[in-house]
């Protein structure tokens, strides 16, 4: 792949990682991500075989990174303390209002049992491998997903109710019942 085809699919990337965070992966249409990457419909096939194509490398893409940024997190820390860091950050006021940065899963979870197949299994293997990420032991890895559970359900209240003082609570709760 030449250079101005690896750059334009960046940008075709970028802009869809934006709509399905704010979106969902189903909702966004080609033209419109398309549009926000600067590009006409006509040059989208040159690159992806059809949206959920693209949504699904996104959402991998996505879900990757949050990975990578937990990997940064302290080895040595117990599987408590890493999981109490994380949840920190995850179910902060600057997380939930971020427009452009975030984790993609309280957007996407209610399009997925509409969208193929593909998409859970992504889901399913970023869990698995999230709760390994989040647990000193084995043993511990229900509890890491019951953690990871009470984020993403936290985070998305919050984000459904805004800015303000009962999602500022909602955070704090969770953050709290984080273990």
Same mark, same amino acid.
Request: glycine share 8%.
């Given at each position: 792949?030449?250079?101005? +085809?690896?750059?334009? &699919?960046?940008?075709?990337?970028?802009?869809?990682?934006?709509?399905?965070?704010? !979106? %969902?992966?189903?909702?966004?249409?080609?033209? *419109?991500?398309?549009?926000?990457?600067?590009?006409?419909? %006509?040059?989208?096939?040159?690159?992806?075989?059809? +949206?959920?194509?693209?949504?699904?490398?996104?959402?991998?893409?996505?879900?990757?990174? !949050?990975?990578?940024?937990?990997? *940064?997190?302290?080895?040595?820390?117990?599987?408590?303390? &890493? !999981?109490? $860091?994380?949840?920190? =950050?995850? @179910?902060? &006021? +600057?997380? !939930?209002?971020?427009?452009?940065?975030?984790?993609?899963?309280?957007?996407?979870?209610?399009?997925?049992?509409?969208?193929?197949?593909? =998409?859970?299994?992504? @889901?399913? *293997?970023?869990?698995? $491998?999230?709760?390994?990420?989040?647990?000193?032991?084995?043993? *511990?890895?229900?509890?890491? $997903?019951?953690?990871?559970? @009470?984020?993403?359900? %936290?985070?998305?209240?919050?984000?459904?109710?805004?800015?303000?003082?009962?999602?500022? &609570? $909602?955070?704090?709760?969770? +953050?709290?019942?984080?273990?």
């Amino acid at each position: 792949m030449g250079v101005k +085809k690896a750059q334009t &699919r960046e940008r075709i990337l970028d802009a869809a990682a934006a709509a399905l965070l704010q !979106r %969902g992966p189903s909702k966004p249409s080609v033209g *419109e991500v398309m549009g926000a990457a600067g590009l006409t419909v %006509g040059g989208f096939y040159a690159h992806f075989d059809n +949206k959920d194509a693209l949504m699904l490398e996104v959402f991998q893409q996505m879900l990757r990174q !949050r990975r990578e940024r937990i990997a *940064e997190v302290d080895p040595q820390l117990s599987g408590e303390e &890493r !999981r109490t $860091l994380v949840a920190a =950050f995850y @179910l902060s &006021r +600057k997380h !939930r209002d971020s427009r452009d940065e975030g984790c993609p899963i309280p957007s996407a979870t209610a399009d997925l049992a509409e969208l193929p197949d593909s =998409f859970r299994q992504v @889901l399913a *293997e970023h869990l698995e $491998l999230m709760s390994a990420q989040l647990a000193a032991r084995p043993e *511990e890895a229900d509890v890491a $997903l019951a953690d990871i559970a @009470l984020m993403v359900g %936290g985070l998305a209240l919050a984000r459904a109710l805004g800015p303000g003082a009962l999602s500022d &609570r $909602l955070l704090r709760a969770a +953050k709290a019942a984080v273990r």
